[in-house]
Nanobody, 124 residues
Framework: QVQLVESGGGLVQAGGSLRLSCAAS????????MGWFRQAPGKEREFVAA????????RYSDSVKDRFTISRDNAKNTVYLQMNSLRAEDTANYYC?????????????????WGQGTQVTVSS
């Protein structure tokens, strides 16, 4: 099992920034690719960003590319999502998730472990 706890959400004005953190415990963090997803009210959960286990590769959705940056610190068992130039449409509950190394399409679901989420609200 991998336990994931997100933090850093909150209320921010459009154009502002937030940094989300996701602390992992349990199994060896460096054996997992990590992803961020989000879900807005009435919408399906969507992929936001992913980072490979050794932090060599990253992947972003088109809607956040060039605004969000995913990173990880394997020594601290933590993955981050730096969100800049926030827009009202970025308002959602943000979840981090972990999937073990192996298989093709390293960033694609399914992810095995999920956090409880942290709310991000962007006011326009």
């Amino acid at each position: 099992q991998v336990q994931l706890v997100e933090s850093g959400g909150g209320l921010v004005q459009a154009g502002g920034s937030l940094r989300l953190s996701c602390a992992a415990s349990g199994r060896t963090f460096r054996n997992y690719h990590m992803g961020w997803f989000r879900q807005a009210p009435g919408k399906e959960r969507e992929f936001v960003a992913a980072i490979s286990a050794a932090a060599i590769s990253t992947r972003y959705s088109d809607s956040v590319k060039d605004r969000f940056t995913i990173s990880r610190d394997n020594a601290k068992n933590t993955v981050y999502l730096q969100m800049n130039s926030l827009r009202a449409e970025d308002t959602a509950n943000y979840y981090c998730a972990a999937r073990p190394v192996g298989g093709s399409n390293w960033y694609a679901p399914p992810y095995d472990f999920w956090g409880q989420g942290t709310q991000v609200t962007v006011s326009s």
